[in-house]
């Protein structure tokens, strides 16, 4: 779909220190500034339309509906990202702190758009919220929510603040017009068609409009001190969580799943190095030792801030009882403080394992230079060091499956959803697993 005339939109965005974006949603929103069935498009987007009258009411307008949604609290790249891993079904975690602004937005935002203007006409869009220009700032608040419709694979809005059927009755005669094979004999009757169903749709959306700005100013009135800051948004991984307390980002990140990563990125390199060793053993047991070894901390330190993440959102009214515990006991507490009494049993699996994988990881985090024995392992010929007894591909394979096993069995026996991160299908663990 062709546009024209977009210099304009930039012309009129510094005249009035405005942001292009709202320019131009403005004028798709407000203006006639289309031109119907021409180069094989139903509509075109011609900003010389707008004459210099149109243009001097522009600062006026505060309120839009469309394609457009705001975000906070975020950069582009982290936005992109998170959309991405979603849309995928990677485990990604949400912001306490709403990305969605409700009510004022911080000046460093991301503006997303759905659909551009040379692929869709926002003004037949509609959103779930809508955003408002007041004062310098701007404002988002949340007027409507969408529902797929019952026996179509379609879905609409509805809104507690207005009836949104006339809308969509407006919005699918102009989507029929669209679907219709455009000829030399009905293009002057669609074409006339077209600018009475554009005239209906302004009808409509003119009130709507007017509308969510009487419902932004009982909003403004009764929303306080807005949490909001000057400082722009944190570089972030897609596992931070950010707040915002009183002005000042605060971060909580979840390690767990970017341990489990390690551990597999770990484990893959002590395999190959385990199949290596059987021809060149002396060069090659030292790679095997170095990746089982980090592969045993990440698997255990895996598990340890996964309980802890367990313990702050599910038992927050019990955490000073755990304080000073170890990891082994925080373990076996939890379950009990969630209404399991019988998750684990010391000497059974998967906890007798998750003892075990403890100990490896005491031997490589609290080693003691002593003269220790040799120990036979499996599939070396003789014995070998203490050291290699622990950090090698067998017990780091082990280490990874008690990961699951633990995670598995604590989810099975008290109900807590078992983690995205763990999933196999995803693609973050590409070539990992």
């Known amino acids: 779909m062709v546009v024209k005339g977009y210099e304009r939109v930039r012309e009129i965005a510094e005249r009035f220190s405005l942001p292009?974006?709202?320019?131009?949603?403005?004028?798709?929103?407000?203006?006639?500034?289309?031109?119907?069935?021409?180069?094989k498009e139903v509509w075109l987007f011609d900003f010389n339309l707008v004459d210099e009258e149109m243009i001097s009411t522009i600062p006026s307008k505060k309120v839009i509906i469309g394609d457009i949604t705001l975000f906070h609290n975020i950069t582009q790249q982290d936005l992109a990202q998170r959309m991405l891993f979603a849309f995928t079904?990677?485990?990604?975690?949400?912001?306490?702190?709403?990305?969605?602004?409700?009510?004022?937005?911080?000046?460093?935002?991301?503006?997303?758009?759905?659909?551009?203007?040379?692929?869709?006409?926002?003004?037949?869009?509609?959103?779930?919220?809508?955003?408002?220009?007041?004062?310098?700032?701007?404002?988002?608040?949340?007027?409507?929510?969408?529902?797929?419709i019952e026996g179509s694979h379609q879905g609409w809005f509805k809104s507690d603040l207005f009836d949104l059927a006339n809308l969509k009755t407006v919005n699918d005669q102009i989507q029929n017009i669209r679907n219709t094979k455009v000829t030399l004999e009905n293009k002057s009757r669609l074409k006339e068609e077209l600018r009475k169903l554009y005239e209906e749709l302004e009808e409509i959306r003119g009130p709507l409009r007017l509308r969510i700005l009487e419902y932004h100013e009982s909003k403004k009135s009764k929303a306080g001190t807005p949490q909001v800051t000057m400082t722009p948004p944190?570089?972030?991984?897609?596992?931070?969580?950010?707040?915002?307390?009183?002005?000042?980002?605060?971060?909580?990140?979840?390690?767990?799943?970017?341990?489990?990563?390690?551990?597999?990125?770990?484990?893959?390199?002590?395999?190959?190095?385990?199949?290596k060793r059987v021809a060149f053993p002396f060069e090659i047991v030292m790679d095997e030792i170095d990746y089982s070894a980090i592969c045993i901390l990440c698997s255990h330190g895996c598990l340890e801030a996964y309980i802890n993440s367990i313990l702050q959102d599910y038992c927050s009214n019990d955490i000073s009882i755990l304080k000073g515990m170890s990891v082994k006991e925080k373990w076996f507490m939890a379950p009990r403080l969630l209404g399991s009494s019988d998750c684990f049993i010391l000497e059974q699996k998967p906890f007798a394992d998750f003892i075990e994988l403890n100990s490896w990881r005491n031997s490589i985090v609290?080693?003691?230079?002593?003269?220790?024995?040799?120990?036979?392992?499996?599939?070396?010929m003789g014995e070998v060091s203490k050291t290699f007894s622990i950090c090698n591909s067998t017990n780091a394979e082990k280490a990874v499956k008690i990961i699951h096993d633990m995670i598995e069995h604590l989810s099975e026996k008290t109900k807590i959803p078992k983690p995205r991160w763990l999933d196999p299908g995803v693609s973050w663990l590409k070539d990992l697993l």
């Not at 709202?22 to 006639?32: F, G, H, R």
């Not at 912001?95 to 869709?120: A, C, K, Q, S």
């Open 89 to 148: 079904g990677d485990p990604i975690v949400m912001h306490r702190t709403e990305v969605f602004p409700e009510g004022p937005v911080n000046p460093h935002y991301v503006h997303f758009l759905l659909n551009p203007i040379d692929v869709w006409d926002p003004k037949l869009a509609f959103n779930e919220r809508a955003i408002v220009f007041d004062g310098g700032t701007f404002y988002q608040w949340k007027i409507a929510a969408f529902y797929p």
């Open 234 to 275: 944190l570089l972030l991984t897609p596992f931070d969580s950010v707040d915002l307390q009183n002005g000042k980002y605060k971060v909580r990140t979840f390690l767990e799943p970017l341990l489990y990563r390690a551990s597999l990125r770990n484990l893959k390199s002590a395999k190959e190095a385990a199949k």
């Open 20 to 39: 292009d974006w709202w320019v131009e949603a403005i004028l798709v929103e407000y203006y006639t500034c289309r031109r119907f069935l021409e180069v």
């Open 366 to 380: 609290h080693y003691t230079h002593e003269w220790k024995e040799t120990v036979p392992i499996k599939g070396v």
